[in-house]
Structures are given as C-alpha cells and as structure tokens.
C-alpha cells in the first residue's frame, strides 16, 4: 500500500531532544530557535529528512512551527490541527493558537530583546521582514540548523526518479513554456525558481522526492531568453537530462551559491517564498534584485484545455473506483469494519484503475468523534471501529497522469441522529451555493467564502478551516495562488481547479466534511445583464451524496433541483464504468429527492 499505520508520533522522545537543542542553543549564546514546518523550497509538504519539526515535537501536521526558548516551546498551529496537537506533544510544548496569536506576539511576550536564530535556507524573505520589523528590539540572527547537529539518524536528502510529464496531458510542450514564461521577466534578466511544482510545471517533469506529490527537489534559474539552469541531483534525471533538451543546462545542487553569485542582474525572486539564503547571497554580490511573484505561479493555476480535459478524465474514473468502495461499504454491517479496513479497501480500488501513480494524501478515514479531527491520520493505535449510528468521514484522492483528485464523502453508518443529519444538510447547503454561484470577473476567494458558511451561520455554527484550496494538474493537492478561504486574495480566472468543502465538527462527536472538485469556466452572457464578465464552476467530481443524511424540507427548490440534476449527472457518467453491483448501488444513490 502507499498508505501506512504506524505511530509516527513520538511525544515521549520529545523533553530529551528539546533539552539537547537548548543545550546547542547555550552555547551559541542563542536565547530563542525557530522550527518551521517548511523545507528550503517553502514546501506544504516535507521529505522526511526536513520533517524537523515533528522529529523534535511529535507534531505531524502538514502546517505549523514550534519556538524554542530556555524556559518554554510553544508549538503553534491553526484550527484545523489543535485537537490533533494535544494527543501528539508532551508537556514540555505548549500549543499555540495560530494565528490567532502571532509569532511575533509571542515572543514579544515570553522574550526581551536577545538572540533569535534561524535557519535562513528554511525561511522566506517576507517572512523575516515581517519578523524584524515587528521585533526591532530582537538580534535575528542566520544560522546552520541547529536540529540536523543533534538528529542523528537523519534520513538522506532523496535521489527520486524524475519523469517526464507528456504533452498529451501537459497540453504545451516545455520549450514554449520556457520562452512565454522567460518573455514575462520585463524588468529582469533572470529570475531564481524556488518551488518544486513551479519547476515540474515548466519543464514538463515530475518527481518522487516528496510523498503524494509527484514533484522533484530542485532549484532553477531562468533567463528572459527562455535558456534555464536546473540545479538537480543528476541521478535523478537519468536519459532525461539529454531529452530536457539545449535550452536546459543541468547543474549540481551544490553550485547554486556559486552560479547565483555571478548571474547577471537584474534578478526576480518571489518574495513570499524565496529562502533568506538565496537573497543574502546575490545582496552580498551586489546583484541588482526585483521583486514580483513566481511568474509561474498564475499559468500554473490556469490549467488550459487540455490539462482540464485529462483531469476530467480522471475524476470520472476516480469516481468509479469511489463508487465501487462505497457499495461495498454499505454492504458491511455496522460495527463489522475498522478505520484502516476502509483506507485498504478505499486504495484498493483505486488500484484496480491501473492508473494510480500514487494516492494524493494519506487518506482521512474518521468515524465518530475521529471525525472532529479535520486533518485526522489514522494508526494502528487509534485505528476504531465503524459503529451503529456514527457518521464515517473519508477525505481521500488519488494521483493519475492525467489529473489529481480530492474528494470527502460522510457517510451514514446505521441510524444516525437528527441533530446530525440536520448539521450535514446545513453543510450540503453551503456546498450547493458555491457549485451554483455566478460572480463578476475579478473576485477572489475572500468575496465568496461567506456563502458557503452562511446555511451554518443560520444556525450559530461555522468551521475553523478555509472553503477551498488549489489543485494541480497530477502536481501538489494543495496548490496556490487560489484560495476559496477568507485569506484568498487572487482573482479568480478560468481554468483555476479548486476544492470547494465546507464542513462541521463537533469535537469529541462527529465531524461532517462534503468536497468536490471544481474549475472556474467563463458563464454565459446573460440577458440584459449589466455584469459584461460573468465566471462560475463547473464541478469536476462525480460521486453521490449520502441522500441518507439530508434533511430535504431544508432545501430550497433550487437546492433541490441541482441536487437531483447532479445526481443524475453521476448517474450518466459512471454507469458506463463499474460493474452490475456497483451499477445498482449507483442506481438506488442518485434517485431524486
């Protein structure tokens, strides 16, 4: 299987390896250490050698960072992870809510003045700007990690093998990409490429450095000419290097300091996620810099037409496989299957598609109260059994050579309660509103976020996490610039795929999650409509929703007319593709309510 069931979580090691950092930190005369989530590409999700700062906490969440200072840790973490974070750090971290309270708060709190160190490999030029202005009164100071001296049985960087991504499913071969990006530099003669699905975009490559993400470690520097250097263990790339072709030069990771020292400038770098390292080093060679977003961030998130055609194509057969998982489960009695029976049974199927590069994420597989852990992990030790009356959440997806998927389906077990079905169908509400909106060009995610929560806020509830996130074409689930969140500040733009989620948890009860996938597509013109530039979505996954859980006098008309019409869509779409059992439970799930 991709996914596993150990305990990865080790709270007990924790106090022993905090005591050997603060040791280190004495030494150096450091009074604070920082520990980010990220790695030296800025990246969501880590390689287990960067996985510092659950190797010193015990914290396994994909977002967060912990603060070390004599007399105290703090482990900060958002809304999605704070159940989580209690069952995982020992007494000596004290979580954080984040951000809630900010970083420099709590060190303004709990420090004055002194030392605080920082690997600059691991941090952002916004984010130390932000820092130092916010802290004149602190000494920050770059630094080796201090972790990788006291972890001694570190994993090795990874060597994965990097493909190439065809044409027939990147729809623009990489030589086209390189000249149209390279001709976007207008006040730069190079730009430094951080990112590793910004690279594998590019060049029209993927890689397995990384769990669930098909992307390759590497840093890039492109020219305006379209010529790029890729800095990139060569073992990796294999017969590829010579099929990159004349425009891409390959070069050792380790040249990158001594290669970015005698670029020409001007020189582009992103701010947001560029390494202080990388910054410090063409300061100090006094290489004129600019600075602008990673210019391909925007064309990433507009998939063009053939990336949106094959990610169809993929969400039509993901939906199968998710047909097929959810007739046998309902096939099972209550309290006859565990946690990690449905993960199996759930990867299984995607299997049998002789399609699956990978899953996209260990998959959520949460009943009862595990369903209030937004980004629940299940182990052998958690692992609970499905019982009678319990909603089971299951948030999974899976990566293909012609798109990603990410899909949550709750799911009835047995006879579920009124009080349940009523916050689902209040969810179901919010999921609906986004699937049917209109909007004027030029919104973003905050403008629309609201609407999925507004059926919730009726009633006094809400959910701590955003709508929606980024999606890549077979690239990382979780993809920027878009977001459907408060937090999402980029216009909206076809071809832009995105999740739309909203959910409810009730801690130590249940939790509800509905997701689909899908793509901003240009509407049509309205008559006498005043708005000249009209977008809205198109949903992308098809696989029906527990019609045992919805409460249908709270449906307006409307509701229940796209309910049924979607309904019927995964009907026509999926029958042609599983079996006569499948077909049936398929049959009987989509009948209009």
């Not at 912990?66 to 000596?92: M, T």
């Not at 949106?308 to 046998?328: C, E, K, N, P, Q």
């Not at 006094?460 to 408060?486: C, I, K, N």
């Not at 509800?512 to 005043?530: G, M, S």
Request: hydrophobic share 40%.
């Amino acid at each position: 299987m991709f996914q596993s069931f150990e305990e990865t979580s080790n709270p007990a090691a924790g106090p022993a390896r905090l005591a050997a950092l603060r040791a280190v930190m004495s030494k150096e005369g450091f009074d604070a250490f920082i520990v980010p989530r990220s790695d030296a590409h800025q990246g969501e999700y880590v390689a287990p050698r960067d996985d510092r700062l659950a190797w010193l906490t015990g914290f396994t969440g994909s977002a967060g960072f912990a603060v070390v200072l004599a007399d105290r840790a703090g482990v900060f973490v958002d809304s999605r992870y704070r159940v989580q974070v209690k069952a995982q750090v020992a007494s000596d971290f004290t979580p954080v809510d984040w951000p809630e309270i900010s970083l420099s708060d709590w060190i303004a709190e709990h420090l004055t003045g002194g030392v605080v160190a920082y690997d600059p490999w691991l941090f952002s030029v916004d984010q130390l700007r932000k820092l130092m202005k916010d802290l004149p009164e602190h000494d920050f100071r770059a630094t080796d990690n201090l972790i990788d001296r006291i972890w001694e049985d570190q994993p090795d960087a990874p060597i994965g093998k990097i493909t190439a991504q065809p044409v027939e499913f990147a729809g623009e071969a990489h030589d086209d990409k390189l000249k149209r990006i390279g001709a976007s530099l207008k006040a730069a003669k190079a730009c430094v490429l951080t990112l590793p699905d910004s690279i594998a975009w590019l060049l029209n490559i993927r890689g397995t450095d990384i769990p669930r993400n098909p992307v390759p470690h590497a840093f890039a520097i492109l020219k305006n000419s379209g010529d790029i250097t890729l800095f990139v263990d060569d073992r990796k790339l294999g017969d590829l290097a010579t099929a990159l072709g004349p425009k891409v030069t390959i070069a050792a990771p380790d040249s990158l300091i001594t290669v970015l020292a005698g670029t020409e400038g001007p020189v582009q770098i992103d701010p947001a996620t560029c390494p202080v390292a990388i910054s410090s080093v063409l300061v100090t060679s006094g290489i004129a810099t600019t600075e602008a977003p990673d210019p391909c961030l925007l064309p990433k998130a507009c998939k063009n037409a053939t990336e949106i055609a094959s990610t169809r194509a993929a969400h039509a057969r993901d939906g199968a496989a998710m047909v097929r998982f959810l007739a046998w489960l309902d096939q099972q009695p209550a309290g006859s299957l565990t946690e990690i029976d449905v993960v199996k049974q759930l990867e299984g199927e995607r299997r049998a598609t002789n399609c699956l590069e990978d899953i996209s994420f260990d998959t959520i597989s949460g009943t009862g109260p595990n369903g209030a852990i937004v980004h629940y992990r299940v182990t052998e030790k958690t692992n609970a059994r499905i019982e009678d009356g319990h909603m089971l959440l299951v948030d999974s997806g899976g990566q293909y050579r012609d798109g990603t998927t990410d899909i949550t389906r709750t799911i009835a077990i047995g006879t579920v309660g009124d009080a349940e079905k009523q916050a689902f169908t209040r969810v179901l509400r919010g999921m609906i509103a986004i699937s049917r909106l209109k909007f004027p060009k030029g919104l973003a995610g905050r403008d629309l976020d609201a609407f999925a929560r507004a059926p919730l806020w009726e009633a006094g509830l809400d959910y701590g996490h955003g709508t929606g996130h980024g999606v890549g074409a077979f690239l990382s689930v979780h993809e920027g610039p878009q977001r459907l969140a408060r937090t999402g500040t980029v216009p909206f733009e076809p071809g832009m795929i995105l999740s739309n989620e909203p959910g409810f948890y009730r801690e130590g009860a249940f939790g509800i999650r509905i997701e689909n996938l899908i793509v901003v597509t240009q509407a049509e013109p309205q008559p006498d409509a005043t708005i000249r530039d009209l977008l809205e979505f198109e949903t992308l996954t098809y696989v029906p929703i527990d019609r045992r859980l919805i409460v249908a006098e709270m449906l307006t008309a409307p509701e229940r007319a796209w309910l049924n019409s979607y309904h019927e869509t995964c009907r026509n779409t999926l029958l042609p593709l599983v079996d006569d059992t499948a077909a049936q439970w398929l049959v009987n799930a989509t009948q209009p309510i």
